[in-house]
Nanobody, 126 residues
Framework: QVQLTESGGGLVQAGGSLTLSCADS????????LAWFRRAPGKEREFVAS????????YYQDSVKGRFTISRDNAKKKVYLQMSSLKPEGTAVYYC???????????????????WGQGIQVTVSS
């Protein structure tokens, strides 16, 4: 069983940086594709970034490319989202998600993910 817990959220000024972490208490962390999604106030949940089980393949939403970096540490059973040059439109609840899979194909839809964290608030002030 996978249990995901996000941390590292908070309030940051526009242009600033923040790193989110997501820890898994399960056993098979290294065989999961991991991703970050977000839901802004009044909007649908959207894909932010994903990383393959080995870390060799990453995918990003166009609006965050060059500013956000997803990474994972399978030994520590953690996935990270480094966010820089944050914008007010980045204000949202950020969710960590996981799905079993050893393929490197992109998984951009939330419907593909089996497990979700509770989410953590990120607020970017202008």
């Amino acid at each position: 069983q996978v249990q995901l817990t996000e941390s590292g959220g908070g309030l940051v000024q526009a242009g600033g940086s923040l790193t989110l972490s997501c820890a898994d208490s399960g056993r098979a962390f290294s065989s999961y594709v991991l991703a970050w999604f977000r839901r802004a106030p009044g909007k649908e949940r959207e894909f932010v970034a994903s990383i393959s089980w080995s870390g060799s393949s990453t995918y990003y939403q166009d609006s965050v490319k060059g500013r956000f970096t997803i990474s994972r540490d399978n030994a520590k059973k953690k996935v990270y989202l480094q966010m820089s040059s944050l914008k007010p439109e980045g204000t949202a609840v950020y969710y960590c998600a996981a799905v079993r899979g050893l393929s490197s194909r992109p998984r951009l839809s939330g419907d593909e993910y089996e497990f979700w964290g509770q989410g953590i608030q990120v607020t970017v002030s202008s």
